[in-house]
């Protein structure tokens, strides 16, 4: 049998976000592992939870410090710093969230 799926494989796979040729190879071992299966059912799980949580439209200030911070070099590992980030402050769901 191949090596176990990971972790962050098996959660995009359970959001359906992994690209065809690689979900292939998840359900094909899927299909022959039982701690896989355990551990996809368990990502599932955890998104069905997380899709039930209310959505909150961001702070109105977000953006405006999130933009400083990246300016001030202050920003998460993997940010490029000549990004920065609007939001619509218009829509109460948050997904609306760009990056420019
Ligand atoms: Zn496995």
């Known amino acids: 049998m191949s090596e176990h799926v990971d972790r962050l494989t098996l959660e995009a796979y359970a959001e359906e976000l992994v690209p065809a040729a690689q979900r292939q190879a998840v359900e094909a071992h899927i299909a022959e592992c039982q701690v896989c299966r355990a551990r996809l059912a368990s990502a599932r799980q955890m998104s069905a939870l997380l ?43 948050g997904q609306r969230m760009t990056c420019s």
């Open 51 to 93: 899709r039930r949580l209310p959505r909150e439209a961001p702070a109105p200030y977000l953006a405006t410090r999130l933009n400083a911070a990246i300016a001030a070099g202050r920003a998460p590992a993997g940010w490029a710093a000549e990004r920065s980030l609007s939001l619509d402050e218009s829509d109460a769901t």
